[in-house]
């Protein structure tokens, strides 16, 4: 009888330390919506914890090759969710939850009328982009900057940051002018700097839609918040607050 009771109460410990939270792998992009998706899903699921992690897509997907504890992935783009399903990581099918965009952004005054061409003005100097490497949003750059034929002249000015908010944070410190996430203009922090004179879109035509990917992953498979907050994700709801900080909805 005191084996039988010792074994409920181990499996009792083992269920409530995982109950009510979840750990989402958050491409950094989205650094600026989450805490608005959060505070959603709690209104539905008060009693659930989510924590996020935050960096470059590459680099969460190394990390859930690793064994990182995550339970969702919420990728910049959709090649690394499809990598992590082929390999039976997510059990999730990739399903595209936001497109993103790229924008412009300089803490000075500017004429965006040439667009991308911009770009090979003598007056600017350094360029901020993300690692085109790990961060879909650099290599979205690389493309639309090669798709108008400026690549190899603006090349050498260019300066990497390894995540989405460092690029901004270069654009607007260490660099003339960067190419960031179109999200980032939404967050609180930025309401000092002025669509069409410290920031703008660029022409969406130059580079392929940057469809951002989500799915379940493996140790997510028997949680039902995890599943309810993926869930949540592919929601009116989220859409509606998504669209709000400048993301595209297919």
């Excluded at 090649?79 to 497109?99: D, F, G, H, M, S």
């Excluded at 639309?144 to 000015?157: L, Q, R, S, T």
């Excluded at 940051?161 to 002018?177: C, G, H, M, N, R």
């Excluded at 203009?185 to 660029?202: C, R």
Aim: glycine share 6%.
């Amino acid at each position: 009888m005191k084996k039988i009771l010792a074994i409920f109460l181990a499996l009792f410990i083992g269920v409530s330390l995982h109950a009510g939270k979840i750990t989402l792998a958050v491409a950094a992009n989205v650094t600026y919506a989450m805490d608005e998706l959060i505070s959603a899903f709690n209104e539905t699921y008060p009693d659930t914890k989510v924590e996020t992690s935050l960096t470059s897509s590459g680099k969460l997907t190394a990390q859930i090759r690793n064994g990182a504890p995550f339970d969702i992935f919420m990728a910049a783009n959709m090649a690394y969710p499809k990598a992590l399903y082929l390999e039976k990581i997510a059990v999730t099918e990739p399903k595209i939850y936001a497109q993103g965009a790229l924008a412009f952004l300089t803490s000075k005054s500017t004429d965006f009328s040439d667009g991308l061409k911009l770009l090979t003005s003598k007056k600017i100097g350094k360029i901020a982009i993300a690692n085109p490497k790990t961060a879909p949003y650099g290599t979205a750059a690389v493309e639309a900057m090669k798709n108008v034929g400026i690549y190899d002249e603006v090349a050498p000015k260019l300066v990497y940051a390894e995540s989405i908010p460092q690029t901004v944070t270069y654009a607007l410190k260490a660099a003339d002018i960067g190419l960031v996430n179109a999200s980032a203009m939404y967050s609180d922090k930025m309401t000092q700097y002025k669509e069409g004179t410290h920031w703008a879109l660029v022409d969406s035509k130059t580079y392929t839609p940057i469809d951002q990917g989500i799915v379940l992953l493996k140790r997510a498979q028997d949680n039902p918040e995890a599943k309810a907050f993926y869930e949540f994700m592919l929601s009116d709801g989220a859409r509606e607050i998504l669209s709000r900080y400048g993301y595209l909805l297919p």
